[in-house]
C-alpha cells in the first residue's frame, strides 16, 4: 500500500475510475471501476517487451491494488480478445479471484490460457451474448457489439448509481463496403440517456483515415496473388484476425490454391474460431505435412510472426539453415506482410524482412499494395463517436504520447467539457467536476521464463548491462598478506578479444592495485574485491572504453 493510500478514504457514493495499465503506451489494458466499495475490473492484458529487455517472454500490469481489494473485487469483463486485453489472466487471476464474464469468442480463448495454467475448472467463465446485459450490482454492465479486427469487439456500458460511463475498447466505424457490426442504435440510445464519461482507446487517433473495407483487401489479395503464378506465397497475419484469414483464404481459393496454417496460435484461432461458429463454408486448413506434399504452388501458406517474433513461423521461413523436414522458402518466393506494426516493433519487423530478402524472398507489405486495413479508427471516426455519446467527460487510453495528446486536442475542440490524461495508478473520482483522488501502487511486471519479477529488478539491470557492456570475471589466489599466489585469471565475455601482451599489462596493474592496500586490512576479503572491481573498470575503461559486468572470485591460500 503506498503512502497515498493510508492517507485516505475512499469516497463512497461516487464513482472512482483507475487504470491500472494502458493509461499510456500500448498493451497491457487494465481498468478499474469502483463504487461503495465494490470494485469491476475491465480487461486484463499483456505488453510486449522491447529489445532491450532480453529474455523476457511478455509485460504484465502490476496489481497489487487489486490484489488488496480482491474480496470486494465482483467480476472482470472483457472487452474482446486480443492478447493486451486477455494475455494476463492466466497468469494474474489468482490475483483477482474473481468471474469473468466475455463473449463467446474470447471465452473459447480465455479457457485455453487457463487451462495452460491448470486453472480450468477453478475460474467461473460466464458467456455473455451479444448486447447482453450482466447486472453485478452496483454495476450493470451492458455489451455493445462494435467493429475491430477480432470477432466480437464490444464497448461495454457500464451504469451505476453515480452515472454512465462507456469503455469502448478498440474499434472502428465500417467504410461503406463493409458488413456493418457496430450497434450504432444502442450507441445513439446510450448518448441521448446521458453518458458522464467515456473512456476511449487512442491508438490511431493523428493517422488518416483509409477509406478502405476487409471486401476491398480480399480482392487486392486475389490480384496480387495471382500476380505469382508459379511461386510459393506465405501470408503474415496476427491470428486473431479472423476476417483476414477468411480474406486470404478466399484469395487464395480464387487463384487455385489451397491453405496451409503455420503456427500454433494461428491454430488455436482456428479451432476459436470454429467452435463459435465462424470460416463457414472453409474446410479444416491443411497441417505443413499435408501441404508438403501438394505442389508448391498450389499451396498458399498463413504464418504466424509479422511481427517478428522470434520462435514465429515467419522466422522459421527466414533462416539460412531450416529444417530439411519443414517447408523451405527461398528465392523468387513471396511473404506479404497483411498487418500493421505494433509500436516497439519495428527493429524485430525489419530484422526479419532483411533475413527473408538476404535468401531472395520478395517481400510485400502495405507500402507497396492493399493488404491491410487498420482495426483502429482514424481520421473524424472519433467525431463521430462522441457526437453519438455526448460525454461529459473523455478519458483517452491506450496510446503513444502523440496520440493522446492529439485525442484530448479534439476533445477540446468539440466543446466536451473534460478531456483528461491519466497515468497509470492515478485515481480520478467521475463526476460532474472529476478530481484526481491519489495514486494507488502500479508498475509493470516482467514474464521472465517461469518467474515474474519487476521490469526494474536488478536480474534485468545486469542482463542489459551484460547485453551493452559484456561481463568480466576475475579469479585470484592471495596469501594472508593479500599477496598475489599464481598466474590471475580474467574472463570477458562479450568484450574483448584476449592476448598475452593484454594480460601481462592487466597482471601489472593488479600488481599495483595489491601493493596499494594497508597491510592492516590485508585480511578484509570485501576490501580487496573491491579494489580489484575498480582496477578492472577503469582498466578497461581506458583500454576499450567500456564499464562490463564485474565479479570477482577471491581464494585464500
Known sequence: MTENQEQITLPTNELLFVPIGGATGVGMNCFAYGYNG??????????????????????????????????DILALVITHAHEDHIGAIGYLWRDLSCPIYCTAFAKELIE???????????????????????????????????????????????????????????????SKKDESTTDYDTLKALGKEGVL??????????????????????????????????????????????????????????????????????WRVDAAARACGYFEGIPEFLSEDEALEKPKNKVLYICTGSQGERYSALNNLAALSPSPYGVIFGRDDVVIFSSSVIPGNEKAIDFLQKRLQTKGIRIITDRHALVHISGHYAGDDLQKMYSLLKPHIVLPIHGDTLNLNCHAEMVKEMGIPHAINLKDGEMLVLKKEPQVLTSVESGILAVDGHQIIP???????????????????????VDSNAHLMGEPQLSTFGLIEENEELKQEFKSKLLVALSEIDPERAGDDNLIKDKMRHTIRTFLNEKFGKKPLMEVHLIRI
Not at 469491476?40 to 523476457?56: A, E, H, M
Not at 458467456?127 to 469487439?153: A, K, R
Not at 506465397?233 to 487455385?256: D, L, Q, T
Open 455 to 477: 521490469l526494474h529488478a536488478q536480474v534485468l539491470k545486469k542482463r542489459r548491462k551484460m547485453m551493452d557492456e559484456g561481463t568480466a570475471v576475475l579469479t585470484l589466489a
Open 112 to 174: 485455453n490460457k487457463l487451462n495452460e495454467e491448470g486453472l480450468l475448472g477453478r475460474v467461473e467463465v460466464f458467456q455473455v451474448p451479444q448486447g447482453g446485459l450482466v447486472d453485478l450490482y452496483p454495476f450493470s454492465v451492458e455489451f455493445v457489439s462494435m467493429t475491430h479486427s477480432i470477432p466480437e469487439p464490444n464497448a461495454l456500458a457500464i451504469r451505476t448509481p453515480a452515472g454512465l460511463v462507456v469503455h469502448t475498447g478498440d474499434w472502428r466505424f465500417e
Open 38 to 71: 465494490k470494485w469491476l475490473v475491465v480487461d486484463l492484458g499483456i505488453g510486449f517487451p522491447s529489445d532491450d529487455l532480453p529474455g523476457v517472454d511478455c509485460l504484465l500490469p502490476d496489481v497489487s491494488f487489486l490484489r488488496e481489494h480482491k474480496d
Open 197 to 266: 464519461a467515456c473512456v476511449c482507446t487512442s491508438t490511431n487517433t493523428s493517422e488518416e483515415k483509409v477509406d478502405a473495407s476487409e471486401m476491398d483487401v480480399r480482392e487486392s489479395l486475389t490480384k496480387l496473388i495471382g500476380q505469382y503464378p508459379d511461386n510459393q506465397i506465405a501470408v503474415g497475419c496476427f491470428a486473431s484476425n479472423v476476417k483476414r484469414v477468411e480474406s486470404v483464404y478466399w484469395a487464395a481459393k480464387a487463384n487455385g490454391r489451397e491453405v496451409c496454417l503455420m503456427g500454433r496460435s494461428l
